[in-house]
């Protein structure tokens, strides 16, 4: 593990929300979280999503992250999770309903759930201005995505300055992932964490669409076809062979 970048440093809030799913990208976005805030709570959506493993995972990454980040133990406050069904019923997508993982007529792919990051962002501000919490951690992406409109630096940047203004106080949004490839998202957990938070991904994050917990790759769990898995795939194949 190296030392805390510039970045980390330059840093002047004590503490973050961390928009937690339990999957590859938002366990990296915590252990990022923990290395440079004094104080991490995450919050995970319960939006009555097909995976819903991935609840599970959650709980067995944080738990995990603990035990390969002692030094920032300490640190890792409360989980929280908010009842999101009612939404996921109306935004209904190939993730929350039985439907082929294909692309619709605007050319975005089925798994597209409508506006979920805006309502998770949304959800997220009011719950840290509750809890006092200064940044939203979010592992939002735009570099290796899977076309959705909300994972775009536009649309996070946005929705920063509608929050600030609805809420009449700043809303800081990190998306420490937006510009890397899913190979550098790789490469990052294993500058913080090392080979133990890298294991701890491949073991326990949760990715696949599909829910498939029974067939294990070098990357994890998953049905190795679906979007999510061939994006996390190749990325973990191109970080080991770089």
């Known amino acids: 593990m190296s030392e805390l970048s510039q970045d980390a440093e330059k840093h002047a809030e004590k503490s973050a929300l961390v928009l937690f ?5 938002s366990a990296t976005c915590l252990a990022w979280a923990l290395e440079r805030f004094d104080r991490v709570e995450t919050v995970g959506f319960d939006y009555g999503q097909r995976h819903a493993v991935e609840m599970d995972a959650r709980l067995n990454v944080r738990d995990g992250m603990i035990k390969v980040l002692p030094q920032w133990a300490d640190r890792l406050g409360p989980d929280h999770v908010v009842d999101l069904t009612g939404y996921g019923k109306i935004a209904e997508s190939a993730l929350t309903a039985e439907r082929a ?8 792919p089925t798994t597209f759930v409508p506006g979920r990051n805006l309502v998770f962002l949304t959800c ?3 719950l840290a201005d509750r809890r006092g919490l200064e940044v939203l951690v979010g592992g939002m992406c735009e570099t290796d995505f899977s076309g959705y409109p909300d994972c775009r630096r536009d649309t996070i940047e946005a929705m920063a300055r509608a929050l600030s203004l609805g809420l009449d106080k700043p809303v800081v949004i990190d998306t420490p992932l937006m510009a890397l490839t899913k190979a550098e998202t790789w490469a990052l957990a294993d500058r913080i964490g090392g080979a133990a938070l890298v294991e ?3 073991e ?3 990715t ?21 898995c061939e994006l996390r795939g190749a990325g973990y194949q191109a ?3 770089s």
């Open 204 to 206: 326990a994050s949760h």
């Open 239 to 241: 970080w080991i062979a």
């Open 21 to 25: 799913s339990g999957g590859q990208d």
């Open 200 to 202: 701890l991904i491949v």
């Open 124 to 126: 997220a501000a009011a």
């Open 208 to 228: 696949c669409y599909r829910g498939d917990r029974e067939h294990r790759h070098d990357w994890g769990y998953g049905c190795g076809d679906c979007p999510a």
């Open 101 to 108: 993982i294909e692309m619709d007529a605007r050319g975005l």
